[in-house]
């Protein structure tokens, strides 16, 4: 397929992807919201729980919640459960067309391990799998009756998924893969557990036997899951884009405080929802602020002494020849590209000028560019561009 035809898949998979993510993450925030919300009120019908009030798009809605199902359930009974399953579904699309298609560029630094594009599918695939089955045990075994200690379990095998990500896979690679490990967890959650659990107890319930409480206890458990993961996924995903989050060398750092920061805004979203006043969540805002602030801290660019170093326009038009105008010409003569990637020329000193910021995130103070560093561009030779671009 033409690089042209690919990119429309990869868009067209891209748009997919963000539209039934946003409908399983928009399904979580409002029924999360929604349960929360529920009331006692007078007068409920039995098996009653909770209500709600709610005004939406010139609309009164009242729900009710029903702890044990109602005697007999609707033949149009809505349950909640593509969205999630199509998110994983163009999420794993997108992960063939941009990374494993694209494998030398996008996923495989050789400097970090120099990997065959074959070898490193397999390792991506194979590792979310495993991921999947190592956060399954943890969940059933005697640990996860604690979901204060499940939770930091959790939380390790994320960090520690980054850490091996960042050991095998290039800087951006890494990241994404982190995003998959834990989108994998959660669609896996919805499809192998909640709704099958939810299905079951449905079935006991019309059948008039009492269902299995573990089987509610356990959906519980990974939805709380679900419910802390779904802001820390969404920057994960969106991390290509931020080459200062995963050019550290540490970036499991990173993945670490990007868990705690976004898992505090989760929680505070929630008890928000669940009425609790300002005094009783506060702690989330410095937990937040704190987070931020050693984040900034650990992704800060190195400095670069330019005290004393003149790079001529000539010298950089040299490494830009070498190391970037295959890919970022009019017409680049790179197999992988049609037309310059994102629109970014650098052919001239004034390209080059013209993109001083990105340039200098991309390759001076990280190494996300040249793509897999295909041209094996020196230390020596980001720290000229460096000084060159500083100076201006
Ligand atoms: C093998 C092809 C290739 C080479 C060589 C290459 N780039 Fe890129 N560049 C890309 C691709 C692909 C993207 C778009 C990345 C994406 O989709 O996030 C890109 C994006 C960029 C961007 C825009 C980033 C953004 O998101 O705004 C900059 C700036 C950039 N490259 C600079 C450079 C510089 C400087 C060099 C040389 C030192 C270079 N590139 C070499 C393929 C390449």
């Given at each position: 397929m033409s690089a042209f035809l690919l990119e429309w898949v990869n868009l067209v998979i891209r748009w997919a992807h963000l539209v039934v993510g946003i409908g399983w993450i928009g399904t979580s925030f409002y029924f999360i919201a929604l349960d929360l919300g529920l009331r006692k009120r007078e007068g409920m019908p039995e098996g009653v729980y909770g209500t709600a009030w709610e005004v939406h798009g010139g609309g009164f809605y009242h729900v009710q919640k029903y702890l044990v199902a109602p005697?007999?359930?609707?033949?149009?009974?809505?349950?909640?459960?593509?969205?999630?399953?199509?998110?994983?579904?163009?999420?794993?699309?997108?992960?063939?067309?941009?990374?494993?298609?694209?494998?030398?560029?996008?996923?495989?630094?050789?400097?970090?391990?120099?990997?065959?594009?074959?070898?490193?599918?397999?390792?991506?695939?194979?590792?979310?799998?495993?991921?999947?089955?190592?956060?399954?045990?943890?969940?059933?075994?005697?640990?996860?009756?604690?979901?204060?200690?499940l939770a930091v379990l959790v939380f390790v095998l994320i960090v520690f998924a980054a850490y091996v990500y960042g050991n095998?896979?290039?800087?951006?690679?890494?990241?994404?893969?982190?995003?998959?490990?834990?989108?994998?967890?959660?669609?896996?959650?919805?499809?192998?557990?909640?709704?099958?659990?939810?299905?079951?107890?449905?079935?006991?319930?019309?059948?008039?036997?009492?269902?299995?409480?573990?089987?509610?206890?356990?959906?519980?458990?990974?939805?709380?899951?679900?419910?802390?993961?779904?802001?820390?996924?969404?920057?994960?995903?969106?991390?290509?884009?931020?080459?200062?989050?995963?050019?550290?060398?540490?970036?499991?750092?990173?993945?670490?405080?990007?868990?705690?920061i976004g898992g505090s805004a989760r929680h505070l979203l929630n008890r928000h929802d669940a009425g609790d006043p300002l005094a009783k969540i506060w702690w989330t805002l410095p937990?937040?602020?704190?987070?931020?602030?050693?984040?900034?801290?650990?992704t800060a660019p190195q400095r670069i002494d330019t005290t004393g170093v003149v790079v001529s326009d000539g010298e950089v038009l040299a490494i830009l020849g070498k190391h970037c105008a295959t890919c970022h010409a009019p017409r680049p003569s790179h197999d992988g590209f049609d037309a310059p990637p994102k629109g970014v020329v650098l052919l001239t000193i004034d390209d080059v000028v013209r993109n001083r910021e990105q340039v200098l995130a991309q390759t001076v103070h990280g190494d996300a560019m040249p793509l897999?560093?295909?041209?094996?561009?020196?230390?020596?030779?980001?720290?000229?561009?460096?000084?060159?671009?500083?100076?201006?």
């Open positions: 005697k007999t359930l609707p033949p149009d009974l809505i349950w909640f459960k593509w969205e999630a399953y199509l998110t994983w579904v163009t999420g794993f699309g997108l992960l063939i067309v941009q990374y494993y298609v694209h494998a030398r560029a996008f996923l495989i630094n050789p400097a970090v391990m120099p990997l065959l594009p074959a070898q490193a599918v397999v390792i991506s695939v194979l590792s979310l799998g495993a991921g999947w089955l190592i956060y399954d045990r943890i969940c059933k075994s005697p640990l996860g009756r604690n979901p204060t200690l095998v896979f290039s800087g951006r690679g890494a990241f994404i893969h982190v995003g998959a490990f834990v989108g994998t967890i959660m669609a896996v959650n919805v499809f192998g557990l909640i709704i099958p659990n939810q299905k079951k107890i449905t079935a006991s319930l019309l059948a008039g036997r009492a269902p299995d409480p573990a089987l509610g206890a356990q959906g519980k458990q990974r939805s709380v899951h679900n419910n802390y993961l779904t802001l820390p996924v969404l920057v994960l995903m969106v991390s290509a884009h931020y080459p200062m989050l995963f050019s550290h060398p540490h970036s499991w750092l990173v993945v670490a405080l990007i868990l705690v937990v937040m602020a704190v987070g931020l602030a050693a984040a900034i801290w650990l897999g560093n295909e041209t094996e561009m020196t230390t020596a030779e980001r720290a000229a561009l460096g000084a060159f671009l500083m100076s201006r």
